[in-house]
């Protein structure tokens, strides 16, 4: 092993200490002083030992450096870099090719160089997030109230025409007949009537001779109203045919041909109440043995 080192000396700080020809060849003969840290050459400072006199004991060190050593090796380091340019500074990688070319030290003192340089000759620039501040006209101030209130009117008009439009219909819920009957006091509403002959049902249809009248007949109805609601008496449709179904005469009665206004209601008639109804009519001969009967929405 002692042939295959040498001792050499810092100098900066005159600190002795040995080194390996495998160190020296891994760093091209460029060491670190354990002192002061500084970089130099090994081989030119080579310390031949003497062979009378004994080896003079080296120098301790510490892992503590002065502070005036440390600035002289640090200012002996920026000897082998160029002079930074105030209007024209040097690149980063200009610097570290630099740093590499003169001193060829190991990668992390390399990255520590290229960093303290770096900070020292490049400016940063820095930048200041500043609030966005959003304002708006005086002009979108003062007509949002009338937008309001405009959105207001037109939901307003939506809902009266709703209510208008569907008056027949709406006007026999439950929810809303106070609101039609408070209403209508005032305008004429014309609420129609709800028709339904669906529900209205006929319990007889009865045809004889009439009484009275030579070729003419009487018939008896029973109509019920079996919706939950009054509705208008319908309109009677009578048709007669003979044997094959082909017609032989018919006829079509409104309310008010077969009931006396003066004692029924004809728009009102009334729910669950067998209701008897008498017919005079002309006889549709002999042909007429067959007949039909078909109740129908009144014209109102």
Known sequence: MQNNSIITQCPSCETQFRVTQGQLKVANGQVRCGACLAIFCAVEYEQKPKSAEPTPPQKATTGKVR?????????????????????????????????????????????????????????????????????????????????FIGCVLAIIT???????????????????????????????????????????????????????IADAITIDLVLINEANHNQPYPALHI?????????????????????????????????????????DLMSPGIRGINYQLELLAPAL
Not at 100 to 125: C, F, G, M, R, Y
Not at 171 to 189: F, K
Not at 251 to 267: A, H
């Open 67 to 147: 502070e005036d050593e440390a600035t002289n090796a640090f200012e002996k380091l920026k000897l082998a870099l160029p002079l930074a340019d105030e209007k024209n500074p040097p690149k980063p990688d200009e610097i570290a090719t630099t740093i590499s070319t003169a001193t060829n030290p190991t990668n992390k003192d390399k990255k520590e160089i290229i960093q303290t340089v770096s900070a020292s000759a490049v400016p940063t620039l820095t930048i200041e997030a500043e609030p966005v501040v959003l304002n708006r006209s005086n002009g979108a101030k003062a007509s949002s109230p009338w937008w």
């Open 158 to 212: 939506l809902i009266t025409q709703h209510l208008w439009f569907n008056r027949g219909d709406l006007y026999w819920t439950h929810t809303y007949r106070p609101l039609y009957d408070t209403v209508c006091q005032h305008i004429d509403c014309q609420i129609p009537t709800r028709v339904n002959t669906a529900k209205i049902t006929n319990q007889q249809f009865l045809i004889r001779p009439h009484s009275e």
């Open 239 to 279: 048709a007669f045919s003979d044997l094959k179904g082909r017609p032989v005469a018919s006829r079509t009665l409104q309310p008010e041909s077969y009931l006396d206004r003066s004692v029924v209601n004809l728009k009102s008639m009334p729910t669950h109440q067998p209701i008897q109804i008498s017919l």
